[in-house]
């Protein structure tokens, strides 16, 4: 029981102190803006909100579900706590990690627990897809994801999709089946919205189709080209055999550039681009193929540890202050806009996109 716990202890000591991102590119490398010369448009005039989920946000942004229910609940307390009140000052939305620490010791609730220093955020609470599977033991259903949301007042719940680390970690739980049909029943009863996201090996259409087809509300792609668990599972595998499985996949997934065209392509879903998102022309590009934000998790770890909320925040402006420059330079007026401009797609992610989706149709109907 105490494994959980000291394992998310461990998660964030691997990413803070080893290279656990992956060793190839999230893709946006192959899609391109075509200055435009003539913006005609003022740069001040640029309005960077978006809607989602009936809420209106300042920026595009979203902080991804990282940690809560460490051992030491300070450490997830004091992480969350930081990130929260970031996303407080941009009016940014935000999740917290998995919650199934807190299921199994309730005590632990605290530190998930932001609306003393974040009473507007939009939060969202993160169980994992396979507590919701007909074969585990420890099955979840509509009490858990319940409690997941209401203990901190949330306003939905992500359920990730993390079947790459469960599969490549000795205690992992790999039991899958049946969960399509226990989110189609928790969906009927469950009053709160809920995002199926991925951990850092992305989303296909294919599975896009079928969690739009539940009533799924969103999807965060959680693509490949970021954070790689399979990589945080590399140093954590306590034998030859583990850590030759680890590293074998370090690199598997679907691109997140990759990921959200096909569920642009293949579903109406409101998509967020979460996945080696480091800087904000390439978040600007994901939000012109689609999302509707850009999410980011790993570059915030290391001020959020240390408390440092403006750490925070300064890193977050940087990007916005890119993401504004990028439609400056494109004249896009608002995310709207810029989901009309044009793209130019090359290389690795054009050859993937032309066997599985109309390229030419995507790239034309993109809102
Ligand atoms: C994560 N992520 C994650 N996701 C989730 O749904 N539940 C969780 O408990 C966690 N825990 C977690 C801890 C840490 C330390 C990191 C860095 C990440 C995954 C995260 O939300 C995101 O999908 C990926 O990390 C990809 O984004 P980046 O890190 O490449 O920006």
Request: no cysteine; charged share 30%; hydrophobic share 45%.
């Given at each position: 029981e105490e494994l959980t716990i000291i394992r998310k202890f461990e998660h964030i000591e691997h990413c803070l102190k080893r290279n656990v991102q992956a060793h190839v590119t999230n893709g946006f490398e192959d899609v391109h803006f075509v200055?435009?010369?003539l913006p005609e448009i003022d740069k001040d005039e640029i309005d960077l909100s978006v809607e989602f989920l009936g809420r209106k946000f300042d920026y595009p942004i979203f902080i991804a579900g990282m940690t809560g229910g460490t051992k030491g609940s300070q450490l997830a307390g004091r992480i969350n706590k930081t990130l929260a009140k970031a996303a407080q000052e941009l009016n940014i939305p935000m999740g917290v990690g998995s919650q199934r620490a807190m299921i199994r010791k309730p005590e632990t609730w605290e530190s998930y627990?932001?609306?003393?220093?974040?009473?507007?955020?939009f939060l969202v609470g993160n169980l994992g897809a396979p507590q919701f599977s007909e074969t585990i033991r420890e099955r979840y259903g509509l009490e858990e994801a319940l409690k997941a949301v209401?203990?901190?007042?949330?306003?939905?719940?992500?359920?990730?999709m993390n079947p790459l680390q469960e599969s490549?970690?000795?205690?992992?739980?790999?039991?899958?089946?049946?969960?399509?049909?226990?989110?189609?029943?928790?969906?009927?009863?469950f009053p709160y919205p809920i995002i199926a996201k991925e951990t850092g090996a992305g989303v296909s259409m294919e599975v896009a189709?079928?969690?739009?087809?539940?009533?799924?509300?969103?999807?965060?792609v959680g693509g490949l080209g970021g954070t790689s668990w399979s990589g945080v599972e590399y140093y954590r595998a306590k034998d030859e055999i583990g850590r030759d499985l680890a590293l074998r996949f370090w690199d598997w997934g679907i691109k997140t550039a990759i990921s959200v065209a096909e569920v642009r392509y293949a579903t109406e879903l409101p998509i967020i681009a979460t996945g080696g998102m480091r800087d904000g022309i390439a978040m600007a590009k994901a939000l012109a193929m689609g999302a509707t934000f850009a999410g980011v998790a790993l570059p915030l770890l290391k001020p959020a540890v240390k408390g440092?909320?403006?750490?925070?925040?300064?890193?977050?402006?940087?990007?916005?202050?890119?993401?504004?420059?990028?439609?400056?330079?494109?004249?896009?007026?608002?995310?709207?806009?810029?989901?009309?401009?044009p793209l130019v797609i090359t290389g690795f992610t054009r050859e993937w996109l032309e066997q599985r989706i109309d390229l030419p149709s995507y790239l034309r109907n993109r809102g």
């Open positions: 200055h435009m010369s627990y932001v609306r003393d220093v974040a009473p507007d955020v209401e203990t901190i007042q949330a306003d939905a719940l992500a359920i990730h490549v970690q000795p205690e992992g739980d790999t039991q899958y089946r049946g969960v399509l049909k226990a989110l189609a029943e928790l969906k009927a009863e189709v079928r969690l739009e087809s539940i009533g799924i509300d969103a999807i965060d440092d909320v403006e750490g925070v925040i300064k890193i977050l402006r940087r990007y916005i202050e890119e993401i504004r420059n990028a439609m400056f330079l494109v004249g896009a007026r608002n995310v709207e806009e810029l989901r009309k401009v």
